[in-house]
């Protein structure tokens, strides 16, 4: 909701100042500076991203007018590792085989859609109750492991930020390229153009640049910071699975091991000591 107000505050606040200005709304109307500007943005875009990661930087982009990570969210994943956690102490690691094996049919899984959803997130689970499983690698070892691979998801994470953040230190170039175009097509109709129709040319170079700037500045620029700020809660929830899952192979029982976890979590939705004992205790 905050981002929607957020471009609405922008658009409003720039048109509103030019219209109140007396400015006219039709000398902004400019499809072919925006074409130029926009195709010229794509363009770019396509050559400095790999093709599958193009459709996911979309797909993450969209994503931004709704946060999953919250507090409901830390809850379910907290949640998911304690009862698993506590299933293997009961029962034995053997006994946690089916559920890792196939998460998608597990019944312990089951109960938390928000994560079972996330593949690349039920994955990470999976591997690392497997290799406990094995029963072969000592909790500093594991913590390595850990580490190793949260290095290389941080890069993965980090990307759609960069790419968008990639677009929009290059807008307000694009748009000095439209304006120069526009002069392009100004200088070159001064034989058989009046007053008039060189004002309109002149206009309408100027708007490729004021396109330009506002895209990068207005829009652009604060999708990145949001995405970079997306991939920061994510790798996060990723640490607190690492921190319960390192301090169970450490000896912690399920209670205490989840409790580390829960101290990784950013405070902004991080649950209560309380609000974690009741929800896992509950289920």
């Known amino acids: 909701m905050a981002k929607i107000l957020g471009i609405i505050v922008v658009f409003a606040s ?30 770019a875009f396509l050559q400095a991203n790999p093709g599958h990661m193009v459709k996911h930087v979309l797909k993450k982009a969209f994503g931004m007018f709704s946060s999953r990570f919250n507090h409901t969210f830390y809850l379910e994943v907290l949640g ?25 049919a597990s019944p312990i899984f089951a109960k938390y859609p928000a994560v079972l959803k996330d593949e690349r997130m039920t994955a990470y689970i999976c591997d690392y109750l497997r290799i406990m499983s094995s029963g072969n690698m000592a909790p500093h070892e594991l913590e390595g492991l850990f580490d190793m691979e949260l290095t290389s998801l941080k890069e993965d994470l980090d990307h759609p930020s960069h790419a968008v953040n990639g677009i929009a230190d290059a807008m307000p170039g694009f748009g000095i390229v439209a304006a120069v175009l526009g ?66 192979a450490s000896g912690m029982p399920p209670s205490l091991a989840v409790e580390f976890g829960r101290k990784v979590l950013y405070p902004a939705h991080r649950p209560s000591f309380a609000e974690l004992e009741q929800a896992v205790r509950g289920r």
């Open 14 to 43: 720039v048109l509103g100042g030019y219209v109140l200005s007396h400015g006219k709304i039709a000398a902004l109307i400019q499809p072919f500076e925006v074409m130029i500007i926009g195709g010229a943005a794509l363009g």
């Open 80 to 104: 998911l590792i304690y009862e698993i956690l506590n299933k293997s102490r009961r029962e034995g690691m053997m006994a946690i085989e089916g559920d890792i094996e196939d998460a998608a």
């Open 183 to 248: 002069i392009v097509v100004t200088m070159a109709s001064l034989g058989d153009s009046d007053q008039k129709m060189i004002g309109v040319h002149v206009g309408a170079a100027l708007v490729g640049t004021f396109f330009g700037i506002l895209a990068a500045y207005g829009f652009f620029g604060p999708l990145a910071h949001a995405l970079a700020h997306d991939a920061k809660e994510e790798l996060n929830v990723y640490e607190a699975i690492k921190a319960s899952l390192v301090a169970s």
